[in-house]
């Protein structure tokens, strides 16, 4: 409605409503317990994500009211969760070795709207949440991937998304 703002810590939700500058804790049972950084707003939805990949869906324009059933993982490699930011029209989360896109497919509640977008994983990470910047239309950061069938880093570089996959704008 314009007139309130969602934000979180790593343990914590609030809403703070404008208006009257009041702060409410958000005290939902089915709020995650911990979360990585980042939250998004997406066609009525917030959106927050869990360390393990897990993205949860507060109830339409409320951040106040979380439901058991309304998450989607981010699975397409058990790397877990860094970060999560909004990219045009897209849920875009970062993972350690991964990123992947969700969007709004508009499954009712109280199930998630998300659903994976087509072709829409990446496999490189993000190193630090820290490193993620947002400006109108470009998200940068520092991003990592795995060596070739390893487990070990390969390297770390600077990322741009363009479209629906990223352009590196660094070195290693």
Request: aromatic share 12%.
């Amino acid at each position: 409605d314009g007139s309130s703002i969602f934000v979180h810590t790593t343990t914590n939700g609030y809403k703070l409503t404008t208006a009257s500058n009041a702060i409410t804790a958000v005290s939902d049972a089915d709020y995650p317990p911990l979360t990585v950084r980042g939250a998004v707003y997406l066609n009525g939805i917030f959106y927050v994500m869990e360390p393990d990949g897990t993205i949860w869906g507060s109830a339409e324009d409320d951040c106040t009211s979380w439901n058991a059933l309304n998450f989607v993982n981010a699975e397409f490699a058990p790397d877990g969760g860094v970060c999560l930011i909004k990219y045009n029209q897209y849920v875009m989360a970062l993972g350690t070795y991964t990123t992947e896109l969700f969007w709004d497919a508009g499954a009712t509640a109280p199930a998630s709207a998300l659903e994976p977008v087509d072709s829409g994983v990446m496999m490189i990470g993000c190193a630090a949440a820290g490193s993620v910047a947002q400006t109108e239309s470009t998200i940068i950061w520092m991003a990592q991937r795995k060596g070739s069938g390893s487990t070990f880093q390969k390297g770390r570089f600077i990322a741009m998304m363009e479209g629906q996959s990223y352009k590196t704008v660094s070195n290693a």
